[in-house]
């Protein structure tokens, strides 16, 4: 919690925990849309206070997932040590595909993330042998250097790629992977709103517009047997996110949930996102 008393998924230092998904019941949708109005007309002046924290932070390193080594976070790049989203996702995406990895023969899925940052989620399930090849994608050409820079550190050699892409927008239509995930900004602005700087990119979505067209794109770049996945929040809308996957024809499972801090009220949520295939 804050000094001003509303709850935030971002400025918790407490490490995030986690409860096991409930495969996707929306029986509290009405409720979440009201809690998530109240929350998003309250929570402004929050988020830009901690984006002002990342802006501040400069450069630094955190650690890896799963091994002993660090990566570096640049400048104007969303921070893995302010947002601990990851904290959650990581972790789960390793059980995730050492799941899948074993349904396949031993075989290693590729990976597309969409968004990734400083690299934080894309680069450890590489370094662990859980995916390869690797394609990290980012909005931002601040955090397309930066995981260009760690993919340099961690010497990936040409397994792993960095490219600057509005989503799907710079990979060529055929381009299909074993598994596409992104931890979305999941807070909604409307429609109208412009960014003022690349790193409001890592919390904004105006109008859901990126995340309609990553939901929307699934089926055209997974693999025949390929999976999705989304890292998502309790104040986000989930009953849009609903909306847009039943539009899509996608299935949306919850695959885990954290246990907020502070009561419980602020919860980061991994979806699974499987397109319903014609057989
Ligand atoms: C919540 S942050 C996640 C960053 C990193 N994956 C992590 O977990 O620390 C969302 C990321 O998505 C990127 N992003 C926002 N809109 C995008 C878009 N339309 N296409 C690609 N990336 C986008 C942001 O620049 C940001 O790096």
Redesign the pocket.
């Known amino acids: 919690m804050n000094d001003k008393n509303i709850p935030t998924p971002y400025a918790s230092h407490a490490p995030v925990t986690a409860t096991t998904g409930d495969n996707g019941e929306s029986g509290h949708c009405d409720e979440v849309a009201d809690t998530h109005q109240q929350w998003v007309l309250a929570q402004a002046d929050i988020s830009e206070e901690i984006l002002d924290e990342n802006r501040d932070r400069g450069r630094h390193s955190v650690p890896l997932h799963g091994t002993e080594k660090t990566i570096d976070v640049l400048p104007d ?4 040590e302010i ?1 601990h ?2 904290e959650l ?1 990581t972790p789960t995406l390793f059980e995730e595909l050492d799941d899948y990895k074993k349904r396949h023969n031993g075989v290693t899925p590729s990976l597309l ?10 680069l450890s399930l590489y370094k662990t042998g859980r995916v390869a090849p690797v394609t990290l ?4 050409d601040a ?1 397309v250097r930066n995981c260009r820079h760690n993919i340099e550190l961690l010497q990936c050699g040409s397994q792993c790629m960095a490219l600057e ?3 799907y927008d710079a990979l060529s239509p055929g381009t299909k992977y074993d598994v596409i995930y ?5 807070i909604e602005k409307p429609e109208d709103f412009r960014h003022k700087d ?1 790193l409001q ?3 904004y ?1 105006p109008g859901y517009s ?1 995340l309609r ?1 990553f939901i929307v794109g699934l089926s055209q770049h997974l693999s025949d047997d390929g999976v999705g996945y989304l ?1 998502f929040g309790n104040f986000g809308d989930e009953k849009e996110l609903r909306e847009i996957c039943a539009d899509a024809n996608v299935e949306l499972s919850e695959v885990k949930r954290s246990v907020g801090d502070e009561g419980g009220e602020v919860e980061f949520v991994l979806y699974k996102l499987t397109p319903c295939r014609d057989v």
């Open positions: 790049v969303f921070s893995p947002f989203g990851h996702f993330e969409i968004g990734a940052g400083s690299g934080i989620t894309g994608t980012d909005i931002s955090a892409s509005d989503v992104w931890n979305h900004p999941w690349l990119y890592g919390l979505d990126a067209r890292g």
